[in-house]
């Protein structure tokens, strides 16, 4: 199995990303053939169309996941909106030199679909909501 990394330069993104503070923003992540969350990690920035992460199993570029995102500072959010995000994505790359070391693996993913209802408009909302900082 080779395992690649894509760049990605800012100038292929088409939406804005955010900084995440990374030990706060919980990622819960599954292969698509699979029903339950059984991988747990951090993300570090995310977008409406994709979002860097880490996790303490490598996942090989190109495989479909679901992934339960839940953003920080929800506390002082309505019930409805604390909710967590929930995407279908695909695994675009990930950081070779992880694998040399013990811990975890950085990977990114771009979202395919958002399958709840108003997930995608709640994680913009919460993302232009001014508590995260745009990513250089």
Not at 6 to 20: A, D, K, M, N, T
Not at 40 to 66: C, K, N, Q
């Amino acid at each position: 199995m080779k395992l690649m990394r894509q760049e990605i330069g800012s100038e292929r993104r088409r939406h804005p990303r955010y900084v995440l503070p990374s030990m706060y923003t919980a990622v819960a992540v599954r292969r698509a053939e699979e029903t339950e969350f059984h991988l747990a990690g951090h993300a570090y920035d995310v977008s409406v169309g994709g979002m860097r992460f880490e996790l303490d199993e490598a996942i090989e570029p190109g495989t479909s996941i679901g992934v339960r995102l839940e953003l920080p500072g929800a506390a002082s959010l309505r019930l409805i909106d604390r909710r967590p995000v929930h995407i279908i994505g695909n695994v675009v790359w990930l950081e070779e030199d992880d694998l040399d070391t013990p811990g975890p693996v950085r990977m990114a993913c771009v979202f395919r679909r958002f399958p709840m209802p108003g997930d995608k408009e709640r994680l913009a909302a919460r993302l232009r909501s001014g508590r995260f900082s745009l990513a250089a």
